[in-house]
């Protein structure tokens, strides 16, 4: 409680000063801003309105589960009963869905980086058009992982590509551009805390490799090289990477264009890679594996807004 | 329909020649296959009876528009009426949608290279543990574009990446792998006939660029450089290129991996970058811009069908 109490009282000596931030200045001058992927318009909807007191942004790829973790976190906040039901926002497109409870926001962001890209974009323009200041946001999701029992949740401190490397690269304006993976390290330590104070799964803090292609940059790439050389050269390579996934970079290099307070920190639910030669999830009937991270992510905004009073 | 007849001729003499193949043979070797992100598995459905005599597969991004579609070709195929409701065959899960209808298959895949590229993963095995044979996969979608009226549609010959190069780059095992972005000649004539049969909208064959980041891969990248150098540095490099999309490179590599008849062409809607300095696609109250390419694409099943008696 002691980290969530120093957040809250950063947010009330920091209000004003903390207004999300964007890089490109001719969005001020623009007279309307369509985020056509989550049929919203600044000419349609009032989004200092709808959005101004959002705090907490957390994101994930499936819309069911985003759905299912605003209902937890409503409960968490004293602000919902288990089943109520909320609605989606972006009702007006199936892009994405966008559900939202107190200063809580929950937004799906479907498979892979170009589309978590393209809701963070629009994300971070409607956290500019509503005025928030001091937001944090955070992404739940699944992966594999290599090391740690299945169940496990890895909160990640750094972002690293399918070569290892901690960057992520981009054609802008066809050239290059590298940018950091890091995430927040205070965040990181308030996800951490979390779980120690819940106590009922392991968690731990380490790297996620982030790849394009979930079966032959990641998965492929994982029981190749164990069938073909063994284990040994994946964890040379690998020592200190816990999580493998499919959309983390972008979070890490948004956190240092766009003036957000904290954006990004994972926590992911970790499955093992099998002993065969393609690896498989768990199958079509096995049940969602998302209720630990589901219950490590939603610590953060419930405490800190208890300790802040954020609600109205 | 001289095409449409070659084609079903085409089918008929080589109907067993064609199955759908697997470059990794450790596939055939497993008892169980879970198709994850379909929530199908080999254990629990029974891939042939249920999806045996798929001819055609066509994919795009929406899970509506894929079910408009299937409405669509119903109807055209004499095998359903405008309204008729049609099961998601993947219900147990939000990632994908997929319909069927006679030998049609519609699946969306979400938005971006990652996300097509596990849908494709799973529908080639699908096809494959079904003993498909002689299947033609088409994406219909919408892209931005260039010299070209908004509403055109273009079928893709070759996809080209944020640099101009028409390969697609993948990391497998950690190694640069570049493959091919050619998509299937006789399947891009073929598409350009049904739409001069059509005459309702103009029709181009070009090269579709794709990025790995609609806003600052794609749109920026055209915007800024036309703000600050005006359009001509474009231009020069972008001659011959009609649409700009996210989802292309993937479609043609795939085709010559997997002895897939005819894998991918695109059919898509063009709609113009803006004259200010953020490009936007239409309001979010515009309306679905996706009857063109939806026409389109369906003439080549519909045809291929009646031609060839594929119906039972």
Redesign the interface.
């Known amino acids: 409680m002691a980290t969530a109490e120093a957040r809250a009282k950063e947010l009330e000596n920091h209000h004003n000063d903390c207004l999300v931030q964007l890089s ?1 200045p ?2 001020a ?2 007279k ?3 985020l ?2 989550f ?3 600044t ?2 909807h009032n989004f200092p309105a709808m959005f101004g007191d959002v705090k907490f942004v957390c994101v994930g ?4 589960r985003m759905n299912s973790f605003i209902n937890y976190v409503a409960v968490e906040l004293g602000l919902g009963r288990p089943g109520d039901e909320y609605p989606n926002i972006c009702a ?4 994405y869905a966008m559900y939202k409870v107190g200063p809580v926001l929950s937004v799906s962001h ?6 978590i ?2 809701m963070l ?1 629009e994300l971070i323009k409607l956290l500019y058009h509503a005025r928030c200041s001091n937001v944090t946001i955070i992404r739940i999701g699944t992966s594999g992982g290599i090391g740690l029992e299945p169940g496990s949740v890895v909160i990640t401190r750094q972002a690293v ?4 490397k901690a960057e992520f690269e ?5 050239k290059r551009v590298v940018r950091s993976t890091d995430l927040d390290e205070q965040l990181v330590q308030e996800l951490l805390q979390c779980s120690v104070d819940l106590s009922e799964f392991t968690t731990v803090v380490g790297n996620t490799m982030c ?7 990641v998965l ?2 994982l029981c ?2 164990a069938r073909s050389s063994g284990w040994c050269p994946l964890l040379l ?1 690998g020592e200190g990477q816990a999580g493998l996934f ?1 959309s983390c970079p972008r979070c890490g290099h948004q956190k240092h264009r766009d003036g957000i307070f904290s954006l990004c920190c994972h926590v992911q639910y970790v499955w093992p890679p099998s002993g ?3 690896c ?6 096995a049940g969602g594996p998302d209720q630990q991270p589901t219950r490590g992510a939603g610590r953060v905004p419930t405490e800190t807004t208890a300790a802040g009073g954020l609600l109205h």
Chains 1, 2 share one sequence.
Do not use: K, W
Not at 92 to 95: A, C, K, P
Not at 170 to 174: C, D, I, R, S
């Open positions: 490109n001719n969005i001058t623009m309307e801003d369509v056509y992927h049929s919203l318009s000419s349609t790829g499936s819309p069911s007006g497109t199936d892009r479907g498979m892979g980086i170009p589309s890209a393209i974009h590509d399918a070569c290892f981009q054609l802008v304006l066809g790849t394009l292609d979930f079966y032959e940059g492929m790439c190749c090289r390579h499919a065969r030669g393609v498989h999830p768990p199958g079509p009937t």
